[in-house]
């Protein structure tokens, strides 16, 4: 790594704080109350240590591959390793035990293998629930109007723990727009809150990235998935 990319990484990675915190105050909460993850996707280990030696604390990756490429080079003696990207059931198995976290479970096929491999492994797997929020064709996640029913259908699957929701919106022209996504994933979060599903906790609300975590705070995210914004832009391509 050059000198310039840590230097880099260490000024938005204190930027990024100061706009956790700013933003956070104005929710009416306190900076503890929201989890900063690092998306890494594409990014070199020794970039994300560098990161972690910082403060940094929870890291996630998109694809399998990536994350089993770089596994034996993560700090995770300082950091919790999630996985945020879409999840085939058939690589579940290659994951399972490795990460703390998979934030994007969209279907009953896909928690019924999660529960299955966790219980091959001897492991609890905690999982979010990923919702189609703005109803897009190319995007994963579940109807918001079949959430409660596929929330009912794995409630008792076994070595699993549904920790919460998470989105991804549509790319919007306004803030308004995106605001409006926000406001309606929350409100979805709070009514499962309310209805106190058996062995449903809603701990986590994981939404918002780069370009809009802060208005995703606001608007009651408990997690934001920040990458470009602390490593720089990159070749998503790869």
Do not use: W
Not at 63 to 73: A, N
Not at 136 to 163: A, C, H, M, Q, Y
């Amino acid at each position: 790594m050059t000198e310039k990319l840590l230097r880099d990484i260490e000024y938005n990675y204190k930027t990024i704080e100061e706009r956790i915190s700013e933003a956070a105050l104005k929710a009416g909460k306190k900076r503890e109350d929201i989890t900063f993850l690092a998306a890494t996707k594409t990014v070199d280990p020794e970039a994300i240590n560098y990161a972690i030696s910082l403060g940094l604390r929870y890291i996630g990756e998109n694809k399998v591959q990536e994350l089993l490429s770089k596994y034996d080079f993560y700090d995770l003696e300082n950091a919790s390793l999630q996985f945020i990207g879409h999840l085939q059931s058939n690589k579940v198995r290659q994951i399972v035990g490795k990460v703390d976290l998979i934030q994007s479970v969209d279907s009953v096929k896909l928690a019924r293998e999660v529960s299955k491999q966790s219980v091959k492994n001897n492991v609890n797997t905690d999982i979010l629930i990923e919702v189609n929020i703005g109803g897009e064709e190319s995007k994963s996640g579940t109807e918001p109007e079949r959430l409660v029913e596929l929330l009912d259908e794995i409630k008792d699957f076994e070595n699993i723990s549904v920790k919460g929701l998470m989105c991804i919106p549509p790319i919007c022209d306004s803030q308004q727009k995106i605001l409006n996504f926000f406001s309606k994933m929350n409100n979805i979060f709070i009514d499962i809150s309310g209805k106190k599903i058996d062995n449903i906790s809603m701990d986590i609300l994981s939404m918002g990235m780069s370009a809009d975590y802060y208005e995703a705070i606001l608007s009651g995210a408990t997690m934001v998935r920040v990458g470009s914004s602390l490593f720089g832009a990159r070749n998503y391509q790869a």
